[in-house]
């Protein structure tokens, strides 16, 4: 079974300072996405990265960037923490071709 | 681009009655069709993947698609308060990515 895990599950942070979210999978997948979900919705796409060292702007990626410094590892960072931006953020990967596997979430308050 | 919508936002069923949700997509380029599950507060569960028109059953849930009318449809048989939950409809689009509805509140009452 493929493993993701996030780091922290939980965190709340005050508006303005900045939150780094990191993503951790353990199975060689090329391609890691990075989706918010705010309560009672779908999810929606921020970032992704299908190599090392580069990134990608999915749907909504205005108010964060991204960080893939490993296969292994792909951040998401808030540099000045909004009000908006509470909502609980998923990361998944997956191998081409194949399914995505999402990790638990990490649920952001921003206060 | 792929738009995914779902209906109705909130349904409310009796226990042991069937559940029914819809999805609706617009471009019928894409091959893969999901169903996920999520509690109150809970990560996301696959409940049934489908690829072709036509049905796929996993356990008491039943997933039809049809292409043509641009609709995949989730049919729980027997609900229990257990499946109390968020429903969501994701598409894969042609580069892999998926495209989410926006959910089902789907409440079942004993």
């Known amino acids: 079974e493929a493993a993701v895990t996030q780091s922290p599950r939980s965190k709340v942070a005050v508006t303005g300072g900045k939150v780094t979210l990191s993503c951790h999978q353990t199975?060689?997948?090329?391609?890691m996405y990075w989706y918010r979900q705010d309560t009672g919705h779908g999810l929606r796409l921020i970032h992704y990265s299908y190599v090392a060292d580069s990134t990608e702007k999915g749907d909504i990626p205005d108010g964060y960037k991204a960080s893939r410094p490993s296969q292994e590892n792909f951040s998401l960072i808030l540099e000045l923490a909004s009000l908006s931006q509470t909502a609980v953020y998923f990361c998944?990967?997956?191998?081409?071709?194949?399914?995505?596997?999402f990790g638990p979430g990490t649920r952001l308050t921003v206060l | 681009q792929q738009k995914v919508q779902q209906s109705p936002e909130s349904l409310t069923v009796s226990e042991g009655a069937m559940a029914s949700l819809n999805c609706t997509f617009s471009?019928?380029?894409?091959?893969?069709f999901r169903w996920y599950r999520q509690h109150s507060g809970k990560g996301l569960e696959v409940l049934v993947s489908?690829?072709s028109d036509g049905e796929k059953e996993e356990g008491s849930f039943t997933a039809h698609l049809n292409r043509a009318s641009l609709h995949v449809f989730l049919h729980i048989r027997e609900p229990q308060p257990s499946d109390s939950a968020l429903y969501l409809c994701a598409v894969r689009d042609s580069n892999y990515q998926l495209i989410w509805g926006s959910g089902t509140k789907l409440i079942i009452k004993p």
């Open positions: 489908i690829f």
């Open positions: 998944a990967s997956r191998q081409q071709g194949w399914e995505q596997y």
């Open positions: 199975n060689n997948h090329d391609y």
């Open positions: 471009d019928r380029s894409s091959d893969n």
